[in-house]
């Protein structure tokens, strides 16, 4: 009796069954591409601490060693916190790195001015972390073992990185 009032009030109403195979096979999936596609690495979060390039020499700051299961683009975060030690200018940059080649586009420059304590110089006067994230999604990169890093350097005196670490996601399969 309900689906003929339905009927009559809505003649044009129809309910579309779902495909459960079809259905089933998305939700293993993220934008289209199965779940076996994607794999991930990080750096190990234990191993942060204080990265203190002391040149405008690029130094390893993290790294994650990654054996991607198949060929496809990788997408790299670098995350960190700067650290000026003294009331002048520092600066310093970081970029991301794939088997020891940097990245275009992964160029990140830091700088700041502590806020100097009466008396206190140095290490000892860390002031303020200025939290910085770099990015960059690689061309195709080939299936196999690969190191991706972060690495920075020190244009104006003194400047430290605290905390570096990277995180890697292999994204689709080219």
């Known amino acids: 009796q309900a689906n003929k009032q339905i009927t009559r009030r809505a003649p044009r109403l129809s309910v579309a069954r779902a495909n459960t195979a079809a259905s089933a096979a998305n939700a293993d999936a993220v934008g289209g591409q199965p779940l076996a596609n994607i794999a991930t690495a990080r750096s190990d979060p234990s191993t942060g601490g204080q990265c203190d390039p002391t040149s405008a020499t690029f130094v390893p700051c993290a790294s994650v060693d990654f ?16 650290y000026a030690f003294d009331a002048g200018v520092t ?17 990140v420059t830091l700088g700041n001015q502590t806020d100097a304590s009466p ?16 990015t960059v999604v690689t061309d195709p990169v080939s299936a196999g073992p690969h190191s991706f890093g972060l690495e920075c350097n020190q244009n104006d005196p003194d400047v430290e990185f605290e905390n570096p670490q990277i995180t890697a996601a292999l994204l689709g399969s080219g």
């Open 91 to 107: 600066q310093g940059s970081c970029r991301l790195t794939l088997d020891g080649v940097a990245l275009g586009g992964s160029f």
């Open 119 to 134: 008396g206190v110089t140095g290490v000892a006067n860390r002031g303020y972390a200025r939290g910085f994230t770099t």
């Open 67 to 82: 054996n991607l299961p198949h060929n496809g683009r990788v997408l790299l975060l670098g995350t960190g916190a700067q």
